[in-house]
């Protein structure tokens, strides 16, 4: 029964890939990587020291008897003697003599068993553990990182380092940071310490904390404190929202919104210049003989920017703040996310249609309260000021429907590095066309054999998936991947067809459907024969909604707005629909569910929204 205990798994200190919930979340995101990670488990090592205080100890071979008997009940274990004096240690197999400290190296990951007496490993008078130069264990050290491999409750790790940073050019003269004091461990205290010049004005903030510095003043200026005293562990709550928005932050900033608006167009605007390559480009692109109205001048940039020029982001090719040239980014036909939005603006220009880069930090939650001032932004995208109506545009997004914006998008934090702006802005779902789905399955039963009818409409950022997925494979290769993923929930699918418009371009919205014959769907039970309805959103358990005490609200942000369907099912002669509800709603200020049922003749039909 001790062996089985001492068998049981346990956690492993490094995460994992978790594969099928990054694939899920990535789906969930359109397409763009969500990483999420797992705590794996091992199997239990053990490092057994055994007080033998003679040759002929008996007490010391009945405790060898006991690790040995483990062994044979599969335990890993690693048997070492010591006399009296638990630091020095000889092994039982080969006698070699070892510190302790030595053995905390070599058996870093095992659990540690003391059979007999552990006092030289304490202090006599204060009975805490002795941290002389034996047991001092320094950490490993790999650059910037330290692993503490021995860690004991009580342990004290104490770390010492400087940083240094210098700014040059425009903003050098502004300040901002964001700063965490609180953990996922406990924190007795945590304090953050800003020396400015004395009369220097700036603005802080807190956010899931309330705190009032301390001022002194010194030499070298006033000296602010801000201190946070026993502040409990950041536990991991399914569905919570992300560490920084539960996170004790304190925000400081000397920048007003407009110093960056202005800093950033001035060395932005000069990268957006009309050149003889980019109106060469435009004139074969939308001639101006043609006509072309503005929309379709804007989606023919958009077309040509998204297929032609390759996104990149490496470091030696491209800055991290300014965008390069339009005219090397098309000649290159290589960019990242400023400087395909920098191509655009200038290909834009060359028919008279004004445009301007909005700056994105996309890892700001929708729900967080606004930052104070910083250049702390991760994408770019561009704002088109047409005449019907200004228009948000992703050029690092392909086969996005005009108008919408990917998923990792909406709801992200802005600002419009547009001349006369003052405050930053949330690119908030309404702004843009909803994100819809519309199937419609009509089933008919043969016996055991069903056959389906099923059409898709989707509208909204979720088409670029679908489009891009189908623009990229043959029909032979569509119809294979379908088959295989409906096989997950109708064994023995055959799909008869295929067809979808991925290839029209004029069209915001996707349409696609096939012809399925399923065998074997129907199940005999006694008189009744039950049918799987073919929802194509099913509705699972949210292990979020399953704790009994939560610290963190739940945060969802849905894919998708709205999803309408429609099944009609041809029912066998001399059957009829049982369990079924007439209708029902369900009303919730975050969502709603409207369900109708109904029957005329053999038919029966259930409509969800």
Not at 86 to 115: D, K, M, N, W
Not at 509 to 530: C, E, K, Q
Not at 558 to 581: F, Q
Request: charged fraction near 25%; include cysteine; hydrophobic fraction near 40%.
């Amino acid at each position: 029964q001790v062996a089985r205990m001492l068998r049981r798994r346990q956690l492993n200190e490094q995460l994992s890939l978790d594969l099928p919930a990054t694939i899920e979340a990535t789906v969930a995101a359109q397409g763009y990587p969500h990483f999420r990670y797992r705590q794996g488990d091992r199997v239990p090592e053990y490092l057994i020291l055994i007080n033998r205080v003679a040759a002929r100890d008996h007490q010391a071979e009945w405790f060898s008897q006991i690790a040995r008997s483990f062994a044979q009940s599969d335990l890993f274990v690693q048997t070492w003697f010591y006399n009296q004096d638990p630091r020095v240690c000889r092994s039982a197999e080969t006698g070699e003599a070892v510190y302790l400290t030595q053995l905390q190296r070599r058996f870093s990951g095992h659990r540690l068993i003391i059979l007999g007496d552990g006092r030289r490993l304490l202090d006599p008078l204060t009975l805490a553990r002795i941290r002389d130069s034996e047991l001092k264990v320094p950490a490993d050290r790999d650059g910037g990182f330290l692993v503490f491999k021995t860690l004991a409750v009580g342990d004290v790790i104490h770390v010492r380092f400087r940083v240094r940073q210098a700014s040059y050019g425009r903003m050098a003269q502004y300040f901002s940071e964001d700063v965490i004091l609180d953990d996922d461990v406990p924190v007795r205290m945590s304090s953050y310490h800003l020396i400015v010049p004395t009369q220097e004005s700036f603005r802080w903030i807190t956010t899931n904390w309330t705190v009032q510095p301390t001022k002194t003043s010194t030499v070298y200026g006033d000296h602010y404190v801000w201190t946070l005293q026993n502040a409990p562990p950041i536990k991991k709550e399914i569905g919570m929202p992300d560490f920084l928005d539960v996170a004790k932050r304190l925000q400081l900033s000397t920048m007003q919104w407009s110093d960056i608006v202005d800093w950033y167009h001035d060395i932005s605007r000069t990268k957006a210049r009309k050149t003889f390559e980019i109106a060469e480009l435009m004139d074969s692109l939308a001639p101006r003989t043609a006509s072309l109205d503005e929309n379709e001048i804007i989606r023919r940039v958009y077309d040509y920017v998204t297929t032609n020029v390759r996104y990149s982001a490496v470091s030696f090719r491209q800055s991290g703040i300014i965008p390069q040239q339009g005219r090397k980014t098309l000649i290159t036909r290589i960019g990242d996310c400023k400087d395909v939005s920098t191509l655009c603006i200038a290909m834009l220009a060359e028919r008279g249609i004004p445009a301007h880069i909005v700056l994105v930090n996309t890892t700001i939650s929708p729900n967080a309260a606004e930052p104070l001032p910083s250049t702390d932004f991760d994408h770019a995208i561009v704002r088109i000021k047409r005449k019907t109506g200004p228009l948000f545009m992703d050029l690092t997004a392909p086969d996005i429907p005009i108008g919408s914006l990917p998923g990792g998008d909406v709801g992200a934090f802005a600002l419009m590095i547009d001349p006369g702006t003052t405050a930053p802005m949330r690119l908030l779902r309404s702004i843009f066309p909803p994100t819809n789905a519309t199937v419609k399955v009509t089933m008919a039963l043969d016996g055991d054999t069903a056959t389906m009818r099923v059409r898709h409409t989707h509208s909204g950022s979720a088409v670029a998936y679908l489009r891009t997925s189908f623009k990229r494979e043959t029909d032979e290769e569509i119809i294979k991947d379908w088959t295989e993923s409906l096989a997950y929930e109708f064994p023995d699918v055959q799909l008869s067809q295929f067809e979808h418009n991925a290839d029209d371009p004029s069209s915001n919205a996707l349409s696609f459907g096939y012809d399925a014959m399923v065998p074997r769907h129907v199940i005999h039970a006694g008189d009744f024969r039950i049918v799987k309805i073919p929802w194509y959103s099913d509705y699972t358990p949210d292990a979020s909604l399953s704790a009994e005490q939560r610290t963190y609200p739940i945060e969802r942000e849905p894919n998708l707005d709205t999803v309408r369907e429609t099944i009609i099912i041809d029912m066998p002669e001399g059957y009829e629909p049982s369990g079924l509800s007439r209708s029902f709603v369900r009303e919730h200020p975050t969502a709603t569910v409207r369900v109708n049922t109904s029957v005329n003749g053999r038919t029966l039909q259930i409509d969800r929204v």
